[in-house]
């Protein structure tokens, strides 16, 4: 499934491109908190909930972004711990993060598209 078609069915799917709306329809639960200066934003499976962490010290308008970001982690990579790969592996991930930064986009492209 390509990127673009990924973002319209999860519109679709939701009714919404809000990413926090979307987040809400999904059960995936959002958490802003201080991430320090560099991390925007992470998401983690604990159990069988997913949870979005946040950086509360950006302003709303890169908060909005990451969240689009990480629902792209989300969709597109929803079984690939990017964390275990960067920190304990040699694996490059810098598909999995051009792949959600697309993703990314696009989901802002079609939130602004409808302001």
Do not use: W
């Not at 308008?61 to 304990?88: A, D, P």
């Not at 697309?102 to 602004?112: G, I, K, Q, Y």
């Amino acid at each position: 499934m390509g990127i673009a078609n990924a973002v319209r069915k999860l519109i679709e799917k939701t009714g919404t491109c809000d990413p926090f709306r979307i987040c809400k329809e999904l059960d995936i639960i959002v958490v802003k908190q201080s991430l320090g200066t560099e991390t925007r934003g992470l998401i983690r499976k604990y159990k069988r909930s997913y949870i979005i962490c946040i950086n509360s010290d950006m302003d709303e308008f890169h908060q909005l972004r990451t969240c689009c970001h990480e629902l792209g982690h989300y969709v597109l990579h929803k079984n690939i711990n990017t964390l275990f790969l960067r920190t304990c592996t040699y694996l490059k991930i810098d598909k999995h993060e051009t792949e959600a930064e697309a993703f990314a986009d696009m989901m802002m492209n079609e939130l602004f598209k409808n302001i």
